[in-house]
């Protein structure tokens, strides 16, 4: 399992009864997790002291009820900086667990010795494109959504990043690989994370499990002669692990050779010592 375990502003304080305790930066949250099958006494005072609950409803999805909560603050990981503010099913914007992956792929940008250019696919808030670009790479960022491309924006400049080399771009990512293929652009770098199910803005419908194999292997097209690392993050539940190696390794491997390992990442729990899963990612490198 890959660690988020050098957080300072964001901690899961405890998790038990389907539900984790978490401190983002001076505020207390309760989630839902659907990992958290155990039912364990809360001994953990912050249960009560909370600032944000997200009770989920038996119909499906659910609602926030908030404790002296702002409406956007901000918490930093290692000289970036995100803004967060709790909407719709549960999130706040940030997947903190990520920060194993922009940690492994921050190094390996910064000791590439030579330009790199990288390709953030469905990239939300931006934190992938933040860390990316503060170690020094061009990024393209896309995503369908035009208020999480300004979101991720807003990240930028508030990380010290709006001059950054980044291109924002709003667009459905299969439609925009297609053109960049034809357009002969090459990238030294793919990151993606694909939602189970979505729609782009001209109603194109994305099935994880039809479209993802697919996607992964025309995004192989894109890959420069020397490329540095290719990088798919998963939360859709029933999708191992071992299936983005295996996806990665028939689509990435044969042209590049390289090593795939794919892994579930995972967040500490301090008041039990044990790691919370929160999803899987599949790496690739040469």
């Given at each position: ?98 920060a194993a992956n922009w940690d492994w792929f921050g190094e390996k940008i910064r000791s590439a010795g030579r330009p790199v250019k990288v390709l953030n696919l469905f990239a ?163």
């Amino acid at each position: 399992m890959w660690i988020a375990d050098e957080w300072k502003d964001y901690e899961v304080i405890d998790c038990s009864g389907g539900e984790k305790l978490e401190r983002w930066g001076n505020y207390i949250l309760v989630r839902p997790d659907p990992q958290v099958i155990w039912d364990t006494e809360r001994r953990a005072p912050q249960w009560k002291e909370k600032n944000g609950h997200y009770h989920r409803s038996a119909r499906g999805g659910g609602e926030w009820e908030f404790f002296d909560l702002p409406e956007q603050w901000s918490i930093g990981y290692k000289g970036l900086t995100f803004h967060l503010k709790p909407f719709s099913f549960k999130h706040t914007g940030l997947f903190p667990e990520q920060a194993a992956n922009w940690d492994w792929f921050g190094e390996k940008i910064r000791s590439a010795g030579r330009p790199v250019k990288v390709l953030n696919l469905f990239a939300y808030t931006g934190g992938a494109t933040l860390a990316a670009a503060k170690a020094g790479a061009a990024v393209t960022h896309v995503d369908a959504s035009k208020g999480m491309v300004g979101w991720a924006r807003e990240n930028a400049r508030a990380s010290g990043l709006e001059n950054a080399p980044i291109r924002w771009i709003v667009d459905d990512c299969v439609k925009f690989v297609e053109r960049e293929i034809r357009r002969e652009n090459r990238y030294d770098a793919v990151i993606m994370d694909p939602p189970s199910y979505g729609r782009g803005p001209k109603g194109e419908i994305w099935k994880i499990e039809d479209s993802v194999f697919p996607f992964v292997r025309l995004c192989a097209r894109l890959l420069s002669e020397k490329p540095l690392f290719f990088l798919i993050n998963s939360y859709t539940t029933g999708l191992a692990p071992s299936v983005l190696t295996y996806m990665i390794a028939s689509a990435v491997t044969p042209r590049f050779g390289g090593t795939v390992r794919s892994e579930e990442l995972g967040l500490p729990v301090t008041a039990s010592g044990l790691v919370l899963p929160c999803g899987a990612s599949g790496r690739w490198e040469a």
